[in-house]
């Protein structure tokens, strides 16, 4: 995966981003749902090293199985 680099450039988050990605997002997609707080909100970002976004308000609710 070219996001993380590579050799000696290697990100040292990797690891915890893969697992994160792999284990955490999915546990929260099926456990709970996510309603936007305002739908007609406009998401606001700006880019530079990272992209920084404000405005994503949600409400989560665990799912009852």
Not at 6 to 13: E, V, Y
Not at 17 to 29: D, F, M, S, T, Y
Request: overall charge positive; proline content about 3%; charged content about 20%.
């Amino acid at each position: 995966m070219s996001q993380f680099g590579g050799g000696s450039h290697l990100c040292i988050g990797r690891n915890l981003a893969l697992l994160e990605i792999n284990k955490v997002l999915p546990h929260l997609l099926r456990d709970y749902t996510f309603k936007l707080v305002d739908p007609n909100m406009t998401i606001r970002y700006h880019s530079t090293f990272f992209v920084v976004q404000e405005g994503l308000e949600v409400y989560m609710e665990r799912r009852r199985h």
